[in-house]
T-cell receptor
Framework: RKEVEQDPGPFNVPEGATVAFNCTYS??????FFWYRQDCRKEPKLLMS???SGNEDGRFTAQLNRASQYISLLIRDSKLSDSATYLC???????????FGKGTTLSVSS | EAGVAQSPRYKIIEKRQSVAFWCNPI?????LYWYQQILGQGPKLLIQ????????DSQLPKDRFSAERLKGVDSTLKIQPAKLEDSAVYLC???????????????FGQGTRLTVV
């Protein structure tokens, strides 16, 4: 089983749609969780950290389920500018590197 | 604040040649990473430094790849000899201190796009 697994998509949605991405991780001892965004031919950038209590940043909501080892990202009211690849990222313990999933591609059309 | 600087941006070499990439992390960041990103995949860790010590190089193909971070600041990644399958984007990233959970956020450079022909 891969350490971090994501549905690669692509997800093709119209503007204004709500879309959800899922991610599972294999190491139950994982401590830190993130969603990164990567635009075509650009470097990954942190979108948001994911906390056990769930967290929201504008149109973006991240959830963590430690029992199921599952992370989600919900995007409401999709914009054209949301088109990108979304990378699920896990850090197993303090001092270790970030482990990236393959990414989920989102394409928002008008 | 200046970000992570990498050079060159692009490199084309023939197989069996050698190549070197350079990275200057954000000032004050103790942790430095080199990732390899093949088209259509997520970044894969090659090596992690904490200051000038290696924390994790378990996925570095040591027969051809080497990296160093002298003085705990700049870093270079070298491939010698290159193979066709080394064609990828090589991303350097830094974080304030990976030993502190709250300081784990990694900031990436723009990457070096390597094409081996």
């Amino acid at each position: 089983r891969k350490e971090v697994e994501q549905d690669p998509g692509p997800f093709n949605v119209p503007e204004g749609a709500t879309v959800a991405f899922n991610c599972t991780y294999s190491n139950s001892a994982s401590q830190s969780f993130f969603w990164y965004r990567q635009d075509c031919r650009k470097e990954p950038k942190l979108l948001m950290s994911v906390y056990s209590s769930g967290n929201e940043d504008g149109r973006f909501t991240a959830q963590l389920n430690r029992a199921s080892q599952y992370i989600s990202l919900l995007i409401r009211d999709s914009k054209l500018s949301d088109s990108a690849t979304y990378l699920c990222v896990v850090s197993n313990q303090a001092g270790t590197a970030l482990i990236f999933g393959k990414g989920t591609t989102l394409s928002v059309s008008s | 604040e200046a970000g992570v600087a990498q050079s060159p941006r692009y490199k084309i070499i023939e197989k069996r040649q050698s190549v070197a990439f350079w990275c200057n992390p954000i000032s004050g960041h103790a942790t430095l990473y080199w990732y390899q990103q093949i088209l259509g995949q997520g970044p894969k860790l090659l090596i992690q430094f904490q200051n000038n010590g290696v924390v994790d190089d378990s996925q570095l193909p040591k027969d051809r790849f080497s990296a160093e971070r002298l003085k705990g600041v700049d870093s270079t990644l070298k491939i010698q000899p290159a193979k066709l399958e080394d064609s990828a984007v090589y991303l350097c990233a830094s974080s304030l201190d990976s030993n502190t959970v709250s300081d784990t956020e990694a900031f990436f450079g723009q990457g070096t796009r390597l094409t081996v022909v």
